[in-house]
């Protein structure tokens, strides 16, 4: 199956398990793609020991998934583009969501 996981929030709890939950998905041999967008580009500066958002993606590039980030959110907030927040478009959005046999957002 194919997975789409829509990320606009930045509460670091959510945003951990939104990812475990990708990782997850990974591990029953499901395609999966993260798009953060909105507050959800802040992922990386949010995290902490206990909800360890940057090793769980970490994990999930490492296991096969694909991140993708929305530019202009990322562009608002005077950041830059990374390999775990690389700058993507609305249309990359569109075609997960087009491609994807589910869709689930946090």
């Known amino acids: 199956m194919k997975i789409g996981v829509i990320i606009s929030n930045n509460d670091v709890e959510t945003c951990w ?6 990782n997850f998905a990974l591990g029953q041999k499901d395609e999966v793609k993260i798009f953060f967008m ?16 940057i090793e769980q993606s970490e994990k999930f ?7 993708y ?12 583009g990374s390999d775990m927040c690389p700058l993507s478009t609305m ?8 491609e994807s046999d589910k869709v689930v957002t946090f």
Do not use: L, W
């Open 17 to 22: 398990n939104a990812i475990r939950y990708a």
């Open 38 to 53: 909105g507050k959800g580009v802040e992922y990386q500066k949010i995290s902490t020991d206990k909800f360890n958002t």
């Open 61 to 67: 590039i490492q296991s096969g998934g694909k991140i």
């Open 69 to 80: 980030a929305c530019g202009s959110c990322i562009k608002s907030r005077e950041h830059e």
């Open 91 to 98: 249309k990359d959005m569109y075609d997960i969501i087009k």
